[in-house]
């Protein structure tokens, strides 16, 4: 269960204080975005769950945590072999930790994405309940195994689509072989095809601001814009010495054309986001970079002990290379100094490289419960490979009293974030927080 201490820190007053860094005119689309429901707001308010489970009992043992580990950064991606694999895909905020941190977060967002749906009481604890055993029957399976064993786990989508299609519906399958599909498309030309445009014969950025805005369109002043692009020029060159000598070498073959800053997602609006277009042999040979503003940890101040890492761009890969099963090639990272004199870490990832994460909305009650215990399983697989499996499956046990506990916990914890939704609306209603719809 969470029972709010009365000391409990105003979620509404973290936001505040981490909007602080943040770009101030994206600011209101942050939290306009947070505004759109209970789960958009559960997706953007990691840092007030961080405060509140640090307030949670824990058992001591640490694993190399998600730190925001709700559903929705759970999704398909194409790995350097080019197979589909199913992982977790974002990292910002990892940091070693307790491993109920993300137990509980992955568990509460199933309960608040559930309702959001409309599921009923019986439903909803049929789907918290499936995830909570799928972590734990998975990482006591994974206890079994040895080092190398577990290191190489992996979730390729094919043979998971082979291993549930008896427990889908057609209709199901049909979702399942239709995203899957559409995962393929999604790659650099994709991205090229949709985000571009030709203007006096040069391939550019095509604007689409806010959410969307050429560097060109952002600086007008030639002196200032200049000043960005050699920043941005500066940061990609340095960033290559992070890389592997292969991807090095691979990302020497490509061409600097064009760069813009882009909003993305719901906890991450607001913190500086830049896409690098360029270009290899032709225009039919695009890459396209995304350069990510690494800010510390949520769980920084909770944890007991700060990144082991000279910067949050390193931490942020070298934390995603612990847990997932294959990382992008042109995973890397950076320290720059902007146009106006401040250091700001980096990390640097494909834009799209077969990425594609499921329509929660859409999804009935036994679709959500699947995808529940696919969740759990893969939680499992990256707490094992950093972790103490074999502390961790003891502690667990064979009875169900651990996901029992752990849907007690998010049926509480998801009062707990309606109310704070609410006070979010107030706050926006009385003017305390500028909230501006852009969806």
């Not at 998971?160 to 899957?180: D, F, G, N």
């Not at 500086?272 to 510390?296: H, S, Y």
Request: charged fraction near 25%; hydrophobic fraction near 40%; proline fraction near 5%.
């Amino acid at each position: 269960m969470f029972d709010p201490p009365p000391n409990r820190p105003d979620p509404i007053g973290l936001l505040q204080q981490q909007a602080q860094a943040r770009v101030p005119e994206l600011v209101p689309v942050r939290y306009g975005r947070m505004l759109a429901s209970p789960f958009a707001y559960y997706r953007g308010a990691a840092l007030p769950m961080a405060s509140d489970l640090a307030t949670t009992p824990v058992t001591g043992l640490e694993v190399q945590a998600c730190g925001d580990a709700h559903l929705s950064n759970f999704g398909i991606f194409a790995s350097p072999e080019r197979r589909l694999v199913f992982d977790i895909n974002d990292f910002d905020e990892t940091l070693p930790g307790p491993w109920e941190w993300d137990v509980k977060r992955l568990v509460t967002s199933m309960e608040v994405a559930a309702r959001d749906n409309g599921f009923s009481d019986k439903e909803r604890r049929r789907i918290d309940v499936a995830t909570g055993a799928s972590y734990r029957q998975s990482l006591r399976q994974l206890a079994g195994m040895g080092n190398l064993d577990v290191w190489y786990a992996h979730a390729d989508v094919e043979d998971l689509q082979q291993a549930i299609s008896e427990r889908m519906t057609a209709r199901q399958r049909k979702v399942v072989r239709k995203s899957i599909a559409k995962a393929r498309t999604r790659d650099n030309l994709q991205a090229f095809s949709k985000l571009t445009e030709v203007e006096d014969g040069r391939v550019r950025i095509a604007a689409d601001p806010p959410l969307l805005v050429p560097v060109t369109d952002l600086y007008p002043d030639e002196v200032t814009r200049a000043d960005m692009l050699d920043m941005l020029a500066r940061l990609v060159t340095q960033y290559r010495r992070s890389l592997l000598p292969s991807s090095r070498d691979l990302l020497n073959q490509f061409r600097f054309v064009d760069m813009a800053r882009k909003v993305v997602g719901v906890g991450s609006v607001g913190t500086r986001c830049w896409i690098i277009l360029m270009l290899g042999r032709d225009n039919t040979d695009p890459l396209f970079l995304q350069v990510k503003e690494a800010e510390e940890s949520v769980l920084c101040a909770y944890a007991g002990h700060k990144s082991a890492y000279a910067t949050e761009g390193e931490r942020v890969v070298m934390g995603q290379r612990l847990i997932q099963q294959a990382s992008d090639i042109f995973l890397g990272w950076q320290r720059a100094q902007g146009y106006d004199g401040k250091q700001r870490d980096f990390y640097v990832r494909q834009l799209r490289d077969g990425k594609f994460s499921l329509d929660i909305g859409t999804m009935v009650p036994s679709g959500l419960q699947l995808y529940g215990e696919l969740c759990g399983a893969t939680l499992a697989r990256a707490h094992a490979r950093t972790g103490d499996r074999i502390a961790l499956a003891s502690y667990l046990g064979k009875a169900p009293a651990f996901e029992n506990a752990a849907a007690d916990f998010a049926a509480a914890y998801a009062d707990q974030n309606e109310r704070d939704y609410e006070a979010l609306g107030a706050a926006a209603a009385s003017g305390k927080i500028p909230a501006e719809r852009d969806l």
